[in-house]
């Protein structure tokens, strides 16, 4: 029987520490990390016509809709780097967005493998939020005080410029947070029901979340 390709879905609110420990598990677990987030980025900077279309939601901290945001991830992990598994990070974040999901792994025969959850209260989130700065060129993601470049403003990674997102200014960063109250919440109770969600406590240090998250990962391979 052929090995059911590795499905790890990260969920948590803006801020959580998603991209963070994303990048750290895709690397550990030999799978891409596919941040629909950094795709709809990606296309606003090279202002693509799908990058248009998402800017102003982005911009307002408004979901994209779901007939493109779907559309979007299901071509992605039609690619073939992702036959042996993927990360998924910032997708699914509605009801609709994560019934698209179970039937395109229904025709492709696969099962989500784990949903962690990373919880982190409201105060710490737009706090995190604030002090986020990221790396043009190679996505590395830093904070002004949790983690700090060596370099003001410099990527330690790759030399590259830091930038602010926009939409962590004070006022989008609170809007995203209450469309995530309103929106994406629910899909943590639609994995509850099937048993895939774990819960991690995401207020520990980027070392401590990420050594929780492996243990969940391999706990719920030894499960399967
Ligand atoms: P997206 O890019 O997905 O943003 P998000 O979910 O709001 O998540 P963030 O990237 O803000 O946070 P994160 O959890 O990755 O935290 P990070 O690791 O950076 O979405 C942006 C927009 O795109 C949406 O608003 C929407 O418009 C659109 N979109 C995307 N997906 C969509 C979808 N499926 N449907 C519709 N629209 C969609 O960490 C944050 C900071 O905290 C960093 O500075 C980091 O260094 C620091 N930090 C992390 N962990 C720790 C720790 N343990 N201790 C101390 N500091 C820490």
Redesign the pocket.
């Known amino acids: 029987m052929a090995t059911q390709p590795m499905i790890v879905i990260l969920m948590?609110?803006?801020?959580?520490?998603?991209?963070?420990?994303a990048k750290r598990l895709a690397a550990k677990l030999g799978i891409p990390h596919i941040?629909?987030?950094?795709i709809?980025?990606w296309h606003v900077h090279n202002q693509t016509e799908l990058g248009k279309i998402?800017k102003p939601?982005?911009d307002k901290?408004?979901?994209?809709p779901?007939d493109v945001?779907i559309a979007m991830?299901i071509d992605r992990l039609s690619q073939p780097d992702c036959a042996d598994g993927v990360l998924l990070?910032?997708?699914?974040?509605?009801l609709p967005?994560a019934q698209a999901l179970d039937e395109r792994f229904a025709e492709l025969g696969w099962c989500i493998h784990v949903v962690p959850y990373?919880r982190v209260s409201e105060e710490v989130l737009l706090r995190?939020?604030s002090?986020?700065?990221i790396c043009r060129n190679c996505g590395a993601?830093?904070?002004i005080e949790?983690?700090p470049p060596a370099k003001p403003g410099v990527c330690d990674v790759c030399g590259g410029p830091l930038y602010q997102?926009s939409?962590?200014k004070p006022e989008t960063a609170k809007r995203?947070l209450a469309?995530y109250f309103e929106q994406t919440e629910p899909v943590l109770a639609y994995y509850e029901k099937q048993g895939l969600l774990v819960e991690v406590d995401?207020?520990?240090?980027?070392e401590e979340?990420e050594q929780a998250l492996l243990r969940a990962v391999k706990f719920a391979e030894k499960g399967n």
């Open positions: 948590g609110p803006p801020g959580a520490g998603k991209g963070t420990q941040a629909s987030g950094d709809f980025r998402a939601y982005m901290g408004e979901l994209v779901d945001t991830v990070d910032g997708f699914p974040r509605t967005q990373i995190r939020l002090g986020r700065w993601v830093y904070h949790f983690r997102r939409d962590d995203r469309v995401g207020e520990r240090s980027i979340v």
